[in-house]
């Protein structure tokens, strides 16, 4: 009955065998797009080929990797050509590629970079929106799935690092068609939380499996957010777009852990050193402090305080003989000006100089007289005004003219009947 039994190492090579006698399969000719894309240490490639529908598992060998001028990437589109055959330890089949050549960069690559380019026009990448990350906080959010490496990962590392922070999960699809918009929403809900950080991410995958993070509802969210943003998806290499707008990129979800908070050992360590250098310092204050008064209690001064009266003293002792000296200078250089007055002729012939000046001013008086136009008119002559002017030439009135004519005792108005020499 057994010998009906045969082991699967045995139809993996009866599979093997079928597929490598098939003149078809020896040499086929396929069109996809690159995932999942390693390179070997070794100089294998490892990669899938895929379309919108199905895709297949595939190998270069070093042998033929050197002869390409490129270096696939995910999400690049190629042309292959190789054989098919089954891999007997996992009893799959796959294609075991010969030559490349490129076909153009896949879909996926193509909407990530116009998106990218979209997003920074409108400086959502832009430095002077990115918020601070606060170095001890008290309670972190994260936006990942419930379960997996990630959450597991990041729990641990903040327990280890900093225990008396509190987490909050909210628990989030991170991987389909439905993802984008639940963890859009998650960090809409995070944010009606009192949180300090929240740390949005998912380990890594193919580029089809980080593609939420890739989502334009997904960049907004992370923008619109009050609460600072770290972004950990994926494995080193992996850049999402939820990268670039976040206020600050991790390569891993544990290494978003590490930059949400402080190390506590550190801070120990560094508050042990402060208490040191502390102590230190006011042990050389006191010190210090010390001498200063042994200085002071052991000083002439204060031994005998006298000696500063006796010093003051002395200094107004000073003081008052060269205000003395000064004064009588002053006093001395007074009286000598007095005493040049009284000698002074002014001073002595007083008399003779108001007669003098007397007799000039009667002088100046008798010679305004003489010149008074109104000590004429007394004499019988008049003054003849036309226009509020002495007139002085007869050729500066015509006939009709009025006139006025100034006496000793009046004034006459007059009209000018004629005009002649």
């Known amino acids: 009955m057994d010998n009906n039994y045969i082991t699967i190492s045995e139809l993996s090579k009866y599979l093997k065998s079928k597929f490598d006698e098939d003149l078809l399969l020896r040499k086929v000719y396929l069109k996809g797009e690159i995932s999942n894309f390693k390179a070997h240490t070794r100089g294998h490639y490892y990669f899938t080929l895929k379309d919108e529908t199905s895709r297949i598992s595939a ?8 002869s390409l001028k490129f270096l696939p990437t995910d999400g690049m589109r190629v042309l292959v050509t190789g054989r098919i055959s089954i891999y007997e330890a996992t009893g799959g089949y796959q294609i075991y590629v010969d030559d490349m050549l490129e076909d153009g960069v896949g879909n996926l690559y193509v909407a990530f970079e116009q998106l990218k380019e979209k997003l920074a026009k409108e400086g959502l990448f832009n430095k002077e929106h990115k918020k601070k990350i606060p170095r001890m906080p008290k309670k972190i959010g994260i936006v990942t799935a419930s379960t997996g490496a990630a959450i597991r990962d990041i729990l641990t590392t ?38 300090d950080t929240l740390i949005v991410g998912r380990g ?17 969210a992370i923008y619109n957010s009050h609460i600072p943003v770290i972004s950990a998806v994926g494995h080193e290499v992996d850049f999402t777009i939820a990268d670039f707008v976040a206020d600050l990129r991790a390569p891993t979800p544990t290494a978003a852990a590490e930059l949400a908070v402080v190390d506590m050992d550190t801070v120990i360590s560094y508050l042990d050193t402060a208490k040191s250098r502390s102590y230190n310092a006011v042990l050389n204050l006191i010190d210090n402090n010390k ?22 003293e002395q200094k107004l002792d ?20 007095l005493d040049s007055l009284k000698n002074s002729y002014v001073f002595n012939n007083s008399d003779i100089l108001y007669k003098f000046k007397s007799q000039n001013l009667n002088n100046l008086i008798n010679k305004l007289e003489v010149l008074n136009p109104l000590n004429t008119i007394k004499r019988g002559y008049a003054i003849v005004k036309f226009e509020n002017k002495v007139l002085s030439d007869i050729n500066l009135v015509k006939k009709d003219d009025s006139i006025n004519i100034e006496l000793k005792n009046g004034k006459i108005e007059a009209k000018v009947m004629e005009v002649g020499q």
Do not use: H
């Open 59 to 66: 190998i270069m060998f070093a042998s033929n990797t050197r």
């Open 158 to 195: 903040i327990k280890r690092r900093f225990p008396i922070c509190e987490t909050i999960l909210f628990p989030a699809l991170v991987q389909g068609n439905e993802a984008a918009c639940d963890i859009a929403k998650k960090i809409e809900i995070a944010n009606n939380y009192d949180i």
């Open 204 to 220: 890594g995958g193919s580029l089809e499996d980080l593609w939420p993070f890739n989502e334009e509802v997904v960049a907004r």
């Open 291 to 312: 001498l200063r008064l042994n200085k002071i209690t052991t000083s002439y001064v204060l031994k005998k305080p006298t000696a500063i009266y006796e010093i003051k």
């Open 318 to 337: 000073g003081l008052i003989d060269k205000l003395n000296t000064v004064m009588e200078i002053k006093l001395n250089l007074y009286n000598n000006k």
